[in-house]
């Protein structure tokens, strides 16, 4: 195969092209990204979160222990537990073998107001056989609420179950919280692991909280960026859509502290006014007389993250310990709503209040759930009538479907909207799935004149809690497991391009079934690094079906031209999905392999 490079066709690549997708699915946050190992420590799960569930899901009670909800500890967290003398709770987190308690400290916080005369408490760490790895007094002083912190220690990364104790008195308990505490013996936000693999993705921007989060599967479960900010006790938790409990302990500030953690520029998007079509009688939008305080609380929202200390929203948020700005430079307007009457005035309304308040601001309206449907035609008719900048398309399609599609950008207006692929991802086969991203990224990248930005979804899945296949990051307590594709979207974001060239490819043809390679060729800067991806899929039985052994290639560069040597590698399985470097240096090769089994290796 000779590939034939040719002068820049003139699209530069967007620097914010690849990006993350973080919904709060999948248990992704809680029993996830989330590092706290107490499940519900809260005691605000209902059956409103999944039917059955309670104050003490997650919990077991032993001995007189009463769930209460008189004088709580704030308004917004108003049940609570009394646990009399001789009870005990128990709290094994998101694995019934008991959460996995690392080597080391960890921090117990919780809300705590003693409730008899005189009170004795203690909490412990225990393991399945009887163990005992850590106990510590918890001092209850007061009879009113207090929050209470207390280390314990742990000589080995154990399974483990958080017992809470009364011994004399009677003790009220909320809020519970255990957190790893990391080398400057801070309690960890997140679990590091998984902030370690969504940083390798490089990301330019990170959209959150959702996805259908967003927007809520009625008016009640609209996400609203206000009750998660702030004290702990003073958010307000909330039935997940997916079917759990959401605690807000990581909430819009968190969000936020998490992309600047990652290098990203925040991406919120924010419910358009209405709330989940797929709800009885259809979505519903907040009654006219709201609107204008909603309009407003998104106003805030940018100040909140842009807004200098001086401002308003700029003072809470440096009261949370962040003087400095977030650099919100996108803002999303719904995600995959009816783009119906109710939907164009409620968007217009925000819309409008946002460009005029922060012109810099690029705004990001919606085109409902897919290609072709009636939302996605009205979605794009009201975008370019209101003129807004960008529009959010989403894409769950087959890999044979994306395969099929590697044309599609190039033929999109230039001269209206720009696009966020803002979901996407191929499913059935996991292998073939990232060989089709692979290719379908090239196709993105090559248009990136017109799509702007992207990101697979969903991204984070605690395994066995999943509601939506296939996923970008698979995890448990104590493993990170990537899926290929995550490894696809790591190699595009490694090596940015700057500029496409043309390019040309012969000598393919000893397969004439299939369909041809995509390749696509970036400059970072004329006469440096170039990068290079060739993505083969095809083969002669079935038009989308990968077949191994297949080639390998290495790469030389000229200057001008590239020549790729493919090498049959006969007797093994194997893919390459891509390379790149400069001066023929190969960086980055990728085979694939094993792609029948869905526990595939992918080795790099
Ligand atoms: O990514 C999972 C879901 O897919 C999102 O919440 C929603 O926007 C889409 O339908």
Redesign the pocket.
């Known amino acids: 195969v000779t590939i034939h490079v040719q002068q820049p066709t003139g699209t530069r690549v967007s620097q914010d092209l690849w990006g993350l997708?973080l919904?709060d699915?999948n248990s992704a946050l809680d029993g996830g990204l989330n590092a706290d190992l107490v499940r519900n420590g809260d005691f605000e799960a209902t059956p409103a979160d999944r039917p059955g569930w309670g104050p003490l899901t997650g919990w077991e009670p032993r001995g007189d222990v009463r769930v209460r909800s008189d004088r709580p500890v704030s308004a917004a967290n108003a049940t609570y537990v009394r646990l009399a003398a001789g009870s005990r709770l128990t709290n094994r987190g998101y694995d019934p073998a008991g959460m996995l308690v690392p080597e080391g400290t960890s921090r117990l916080r919780l809300a705590v107001r003693r409730a008899a005369p005189s009170a004795a408490a203690h909490a412990s760490l225990t393991t399945a056989d009887g163990g005992v790895l850590a106990r510590v007094e918890i001092p209850v002083v007061d009879d009113g609420w207090r929050w209470v912190e207390v280390d314990l220690t742990s000589a080995g990364t154990a399974r483990a179950a958080l017992g809470i104790e009364v011994g004399v008195g009677a003790v009220d308990v909320d809020l519970v919280e255990l957190r790893p505490v990391d080398p400057q013996g801070h309690a960890r936000l997140f679990r590091p692991d998984l902030v370690e693999t969504l940083r390798a993705l490089r990301p330019a921007f990170v959209r959150f909280p959702?996805?259908?989060?967003?927007h809520g599967y009625g008016l009640d479960n609209m996400y609203h960026w206000k009750r998660t900010i702030g004290p702990r006790e003073d958010r307000v938790p909330m039935p997940n859509?997916?079917g759990y409990h959401q605690s807000m302990a990581i909430g819009y500030h968190e969000y936020f502290l998490l992309c600047e953690e990652l290098g990203a520029t925040p991406m919120p998007v924010v419910a358009a006014g209405v709330c989940c079509q797929n709800v009885p009688g259809g979505p519903q939008a907040i009654p006219q007389q709201r609107m204008p305080q909603y309009v407003q609380d998104v106003l805030d929202l940018v100040e909140y993250a842009n807004g200098g200390p001086d401002t308003r929203w700029g003072a809470v948020r440096a009261a949370a310990g962040h003087p400095e700005p977030f650099g919100l430079r996108y803002l999303g307007l719904g995600?995959?709503d009816v783009v119906d009457a109710q939907f164009a005035d409620r968007f217009g309304q925000l819309f409008a209040a946002v460009r005029e308040a922060y012109p810099d601001i690029t705004v990001i309206g919606t085109l409902g759930?897919k290609p072709y449907g009636p939302d996605y035609d009205a979605g794009w008719e009201l975008a370019r009538r209101l003129e807004v900048p960008m529009v959010d398309e989403?894409s769950?399609r087959s890999p044979r479907w994306l395969l099929q599609h590697l044309d599609r950008f190039d033929h999109y207006d230039r001269s209206g909207p720009a696009v966020y692929l803002?979901?996407w991802a191929a499913h059935t086969s996991t292998m073939r799935s990232a060989l089709a991203e692979a290719a379908y990224m090239t196709a993105v990248e090559r248009n990136s004149d017109v799509v702007r930005l992207s990101s697979y979804?969903?991204l984070l899945a605690r395994v066995g809690s999943t509601?939506?296949l296939p996923d970008l990051v698979y995890f448990t307590d104590d493993e990170v497991r990537p899926s290929p594709s995550y490894h696809v979207q790591r190699m595009m974001a490694e090596v940015r391009g700057e500029q496409v060239l043309g390019c040309a490819v012969t000598g393919h043809t000893d397969r004439p079934q299939s369909p041809p390679a995509v390749q696509q060729v970036t400059l970072r800067s004329p006469g440096s690094t170039t990068r290079f991806s060739a993505i083969r899929v095809g083969g002669t039985a079935h038009p989308d079906q990968l077949v191994g052994p297949e080639d390998t290639a290495t790469l030389a560069a000229d200057g001008t031209e590239l020549e790729v040597v493919a090498t049959r590698t006969d007797g093994t399985e194997g893919f390459v999905v891509g390379f790149g470097g400069a001066d023929g240096e190969t960086v980055h090769e990728f085979q694939v392999g094993g792609w029948r089994n869905e526990s595939l290796i992918l080795a790099r």
């Open positions: 997708f919904e699915i959702g996805g259908c989060v967003a859509t997916w995600n995959e759930p989403h769950y803002g979901e979804a969903p509601q939506w």
